[in-house]
């Protein structure tokens, strides 16, 4: 098949959870079929573009609408008082459709794969087959956000967005020939809503060879979190963690330090460091921190979808601690891949049971690495996806030879 990807920026390098994903499935397609992306970039980006075109047939670009922080905040701010949502009017430029446009005139593409419902606004030529990539369902997480936020700018601003997008949304599900979600409960919500399209489920994955136990020494009084620390539900964890977590593990185990580990940071993250924690930030490789701790946590309190750093965790072999929606989504078990506690108390009495007990966190980790080798490969995973992209280009043949 010939494949067209849409993403809203380059998946590349690969390292946080949407680019994973859109990377992983670019290359795991590419080794049978002609996949082309089209995606906004940034000024500076010609090695990452060369980069990813490398794995598929061609890549092509436009211009970010909101190249930096500054005037995303404009536009956020001046959304509030709009129809359309900023979701969608942060990703909506006429270069875009303008580009998109002139590609599926030159090419004859038997699919367009939008990843995530916020790039499915692009009006596609009549005959075109569609599916629409949800990473996560996003009015789901605004949702989750304006129950969870304390500050009443931010609750209203999600209250507004929640509101708009779940329409805009739904939809892009009815608009597509096809959807693609995440985990099967997502699967639940799409088909109560359209239950006629079809849907498949292509679970977030992990390169199993890449996150693999390696011979580290583990430090048992380090605590790991990982994650695109500008991303609000990041950002929440690790503020959650330190303040009303951390102190009841340090009553317990007084020289513990908690490492921060992620790219992009704003200021109410790099402030957290104190004598018990550690901002670390963007590292061209997480593997040593995550390999040599004591535990990883996952203490994630908003969020739709599921977590890549779940899945990385488990295929190392790591003692991880998570929220019940931290881990959403996964096929995992409490006491038999991880550890699963919601409160801050009970989940530092989690975090120090792992640090506590090595025979504990091995046996964690043991039946977490099997658990994504049987079932979170991406090879299968995009193997699944391929076959689903197929069956949905031939239903649209045979309907339109009727």
Request: with cysteine; glycine share 6%.
């Amino acid at each position: 098949m010939r494949i067209l990807i849409v993403t809203p920026s380059i998946p590349y390098p690969p390292n946080w959870g949407f680019g994973i994903r859109v990377f992983q499935i670019v290359r795991e397609l590419s080794r049978r079929h002609t996949v082309s992306v089209l995606c906004y970039s940034n000024a500076g980006e010609e090695a990452k573009i060369a980069a990813l075109a490398e794995v598929c047939h061609s890549v092509h670009t436009v211009p970010a609408r909101l190249p930096n922080a500054p005037a995303k905040r404009v536009a956020q701010a001046l959304s509030m008082f709009r129809r359309r949502s900023f979701q969608i009017a942060g990703v909506s430029t006429r270069e875009m459709q303008q580009l998109a446009t002139e590609l599926l005139g030159a090419e004859q593409f038997d699919v367009v794969q939008f990843e995530s419902s916020q790039m499915a606004w692009l009006e596609l030529p009549a005959g075109v087959v569609s599916v629409v990539d949800e990473h996560n369902i996003e009015y789901e997480l605004l949702q989750r956000m304006y129950q969870t936020e304390t500050s009443r700018l931010r609750k209203l601003y999600n209250w507004n967005e929640f509101r708009k997008f779940r329409r805009e949304e739904q939809t892009s599900w009815r608009r597509a020939d096809g959807c693609v979600v995440t985990s099967d409960r997502e699967q639940v919500i799409l088909s109560d809503i359209e239950p006629d399209k079809p849907v498949h489920v292509a679970p977030n994955g992990v390169d199993i060879e890449y996150f693999a136990a390696g011979d580290v020494m583990v430090d048992p009084d380090s605590i790991v979190f990982t994650g695109l620390l500008h991303y609000r539900p990041n950002i929440d964890a690790v503020t959650f963690f330190t303040k009303q977590i951390l102190p009841h593990i340090v009553e317990r185990r007084p020289d513990v330090v908690f490492s921060i580990v992620g790219l992009g940071a704003p200021s109410e993250v790099t402030r957290l460091a104190g004598p018990n924690v550690r901002f670390v930030g963007e590292v061209p490789d997480i593997r040593p921190y995550a390999l040599s701790a004591g535990a990883l946590v996952v203490p994630l309190r908003m969020g739709s979808g599921t977590r890549l750093k779940v899945l990385d965790g488990l295929a190392m072999q790591k003692g991880l601690v998570s929220t019940a929606l931290g881990c959403e989504g996964i096929a995992v078990v409490d006491g038999q891949h991880l550890l699963v506690a919601d409160g801050a108390e009970e989940f530092a009495r989690a975090v120090v049971s792992v640090l506590d007990d090595r025979r504990l966190a091995e046996e964690l980790g043991r039946n977490g690495r099997a658990l994504v080798e049987a079932k979170y490969s991406w090879v299968s995973i995009v193997e699944g996806l391929e076959q689903f992209l197929t069956r949905v280009v031939d239903l649209r043949s045979s309907q339109e030879l009727r």
